[in-house]
């Protein structure tokens, strides 16, 4: 499955190795709120720390518009990594340019550093080869552990590996075997969720599980759009009327593969504390929405999942946010932990779901990268997966 040189294969002894990892976390006032992501990169930076390795580590953080932008400054990851590791970690101003490149000539085995935000250089989400090489000339190894990104090809992602020896990291190595592993060669029964808003986002995803996948059960707002295509009026429901057609066609082709609720929950307003009643699937009536799954179907989901071999989840069965819509997104969180199967769980809000319901020890694995996970599911090639060098 997995034929890529992993940081296990390199020579890194000695040698400055750039690390893109996946530190774009949530901060607010200058904290980080979920660490997840920075506990993700550790094994492969201690990994590199105890091979003699001096380590610099490179990652994205939001969306800076145009240029450097102090709200998305890497610099608290900094502190909290250096805080994490109980040791220093330097900090460079910038990706590329005399700070970076001043920082990276005095750094010595089993030290680290950190870059700024690859960002603030808008060249990067171009993958210009100019600032890849400038971040490439850093270093003698580039690792690339950042799974959340590998869907892109970036200059920090795709463009380094073509001026380095280039391999995958622990993180990265270990989203590939699960996620290709899941869609490959599934342990039988494989069942699928899918959920979220929109049916656009997984059009990909839902066409290449059908042909995989035993049963695909759907929720989320994405699943209004399925009932509209059926012909049942659903009043408020958010629906994605451009994808009607492709709902129509993905049920024709789906079958009783494709699972859709059989009772609802719906508000009469958009609202956390809208009035709200459980409905069987039927006409919504006018003035009220869609916003979770209902008990009947839980029942028939968990029915489904009992006994499975893989199951794969990604995107929530309602409107997580809101703690009186949430009940189908951590009923199914419940299921799929007590499943028994091989479970792999990616996207933010099923993430947080499975974390929130202290569930996340029962899941054999939770996928740091939303878009990549899903990349991944529709069969797709990652581009900074594919630029690392073979075995």
Known sequence: MFNKKTVEDMDVKGKKVLVRVDFNVPIKDGKVGDDTRIRAALPTIEYLLNKGAAVILCSHLGRPKGGPDPKYSLKPVGEYLSD??????AFAD?????????????LKPGEILLLENTRFHPEEEKNDLDLAKKMASLADVFIND??????????????????????AGFLLEKEIKYLGQAVAEPKRPFVAILGGSKISDKIGVI?????????????????????????????????????????????????????LPVDVTIADKFDAEAAFKVMDMAPIPD??????????????????????GTVVWNGPMGVFEFPNFAKGTYAVAKAVADSGAVSIIGGGDSVAAIQESGLADKITHISTGGGASLEMLEGLVLP???????K
Request: aromatic share 6%.
């Open 384 to 390: 900074g997966l594919a630029a690392l060098q073979d």
């Open 207 to 259: 066409k290449n599980l059908l042909t995989k996948a035993d049963v695909i059960l759907i929720g989320g707002g994405m699943a209004n759009t399925f009932f509209k295509a059926q012909g049942y009026p659903v009043a408020d429901s958010l629906v994605e009327d451009e994808a009607l057609d492709t709902a129509k066609e993905l049920l024709a082709n789906g079958g009783s593969k494709l699972r």
């Open 84 to 89: 994490l590791m109980k040791k220093p970690v």
């Open 287 to 308: 003035g009220w929405r869609i916003l979770d799954i209902g008990p009947k179907t839980v029942e028939a989901y968990a029915k489904a999942l009992k006994g499975a």
């Open 94 to 106: 910038d990706c590329v340019g005399t700070s970076a490149e001043a920082a990276a000539k005095v």
């Open 146 to 167: 950042a799974f959340g990104t590998a869907h892109r090809a970036h200059s920090s992602t795709e463009g380094v590996a073509r001026f380095l020896p280039a391999a």
